[in-house]
């Protein structure tokens, strides 16, 4: 009997400092679960856990947006030819942002993440909420991976 085939995929997780550090393995543990119901097993993640400083950086130069925001996702780009690419891309999550919002809603931090962990991984894979049938579809797989409501409320 032939053995399957391991589809564990690859995801790096970046922190800096205790508090981010102590999230890591985590992050990397959901991302996994995430990209398992995605269908993306074997596919390669970056994840990095920054402060709102850091995110704000980010956003002024990739999206000439002068302000810290929750979730960045940067798409890899091409797969290599004829074939489909393992590498998903970056997704930039700020702890400070999180652990905001988290205390603003009544909610922990462990889903306060998770929720733009999921918002950042379907961002990668093309999903987008600027057109009314785009947002439905990625509110209903967020609410999927993360079994409640996500960043896009379904309406």
Aim: glycine residues 8%; aromatic residues 4%.
């Amino acid at each position: 009997m032939a053995r399957a085939r391991n589809h564990l995929s690859r995801v790096e997780v970046s922190a800096k400092g205790a508090v981010a550090l102590r999230w890591a393995p985590r992050m990397k543990r959901k991302a996994r679960a995430f990209l398992k119901v995605l269908r993306q097993e074997g596919r390669e993640l970056s994840i990095a856990l920054v402060n709102d400083a850091e995110i704000r950086q980010l956003n002024r130069d990739f999206r000439r947006k002068d302000k810290a925001t929750d979730v960045l996702s940067f798409p890899s780009g091409e797969g290599p030819l004829g074939g489909a690419q393992l590498l998903l891309g970056d997704v930039i999550i700020s702890l400070d942002t999180a652990r905001r919002v988290a205390k603003e809603l009544g909610v922990s931090l462990e889903d306060e993440l998770d929720r733009y962990l999921a918002h950042g991984i379907l961002h990668l894979l093309g999903h987008d909420h600027h057109r009314r049938a785009e947002r439905l579809k990625m509110a209903r797989w967020e609410e999927r991976l993360l079994g409640r409501t996500g960043l896009i409320p379904q309406r």
